[in-house]
């Protein structure tokens, strides 16, 4: 069993910046992937981005360039840097991890809201 605790989110300019981050604890030493998915309102949940353990990423192309994702497997910790904010950017950012058994566990979510 894993518990996230997500941090980081808040109200924010559009253009501004965001750093997200999300602990895992428990059982964390067979994490494969870590990432971040987010919800606006009336709209699925989409993925952002993730990161294997060994540091591969995968981004949403309508975040690539603006947000970047990292971790710190000592840590078990996931963090997204969120630059060049866009009011379609608000959202509930969930965190996620994935073990290499193929369980997927979810965090309580974070609201980001960026403001015109």
């Known amino acids: 069993q894993v518990q996230l605790v997500e941090s980081g989110g808040g109200l924010v300019q559009a253009g501004g910046s965001l750093n997200l981050s999300c602990a895992a604890s428990?059982?964390?030493?067979?994490?494969?992937?870590m990432g971040w998915y987010r919800q606006a309102p009336g709209k699925q949940r989409e993925l952002v981005a993730f990161?294997?353990?060994?540091?591969?990423?995968n981004y949403a192309d309508s975040v690539k360039g603006r947000f970047t994702i990292s971790r710190d497997n000592a840590k078990s910790t996931v963090y997204l840097q969120m630059n060049s904010l866009k009011p379609g950017d608000t959202a509930v950012y969930y965190c996620?991890?994935?073990?290499?058994?193929?369980?997927?566990?979810w965090g309580p979510g974070t609201q980001v809201t960026v403001s015109t």
């Open positions: 996620t991890v994935r073990y290499y058994t193929g369980n997927v566990y």
């Open positions: 428990g059982i964390v030493f067979s994490i494969d992937v």
């Open positions: 990161i294997s353990r060994g540091g591969n990423t």
